[in-house]
């Protein structure tokens, strides 16, 4: 069974910078892309950012581009976000999602995508 947990997650003010980690466990193989969505309150959940499984193919919003950047630990099957120069309206609560079988340098964009997910964790900039 793939668990997907998400850390890094807080209270920060805006300009300030945070990094988000998914940890994967239970992944058969390492061919998965990976992507993180966010969910503010009263707002449909929307792609933030997404990662092919050799890393070779990233994707993101138009919102984040140039400030949040996704990588991934192979080794440690964990794939992170760093989040520079936040800004109020990147208050969500984030999610991390993980898609099996995924071509090398895929990195899906919707949600209806992906396999598994994980609980989330709050990020919240303060102005």
């Known amino acids: 069974q793939v668990h997907l947990v998400e850390s890094g997650g807080g209270l920060v003010q805006a300009g300030g910078s945070l990094r988000l980690s998914c940890a994967a466990s239970?992944?058969?193989?390492?061919?998965?892309?990976m992507g993180w969505f966010r969910q503010a309150p009263g707002k449909e959940r929307e792609f933030v950012a997404s990662?092919?499984?050799?890393?070779?193919?990233?994707g993101y919003t138009d919102s984040v581009k140039g400030r949040f950047t996704i990588s991934r630990d192979g080794a440690k099957n964990t794939v992170y976000l760093q989040m520079n120069s936040l800004k109020p309206e990147d208050t969500a609560v984030y999610f991390c999602?993980?898609?099996?079988?995924?071509?090398?340098?895929?990195?899906?964009?919707?949600?209806?995508?992906?396999?598994?997910w994980g609980q989330g964790t709050q990020v919240t900039v303060s102005s």
């Open positions: 239970g992944l058969t193989s390492s061919s998965y892309a």
């Open positions: 990662i092919s499984w050799s890393g070779t193919g990233t």
């Open positions: 999602a993980a898609r099996r079988f995924s071509g090398s340098s895929y990195a899906p964009l919707r949600s209806s995508e992906y396999n598994y």
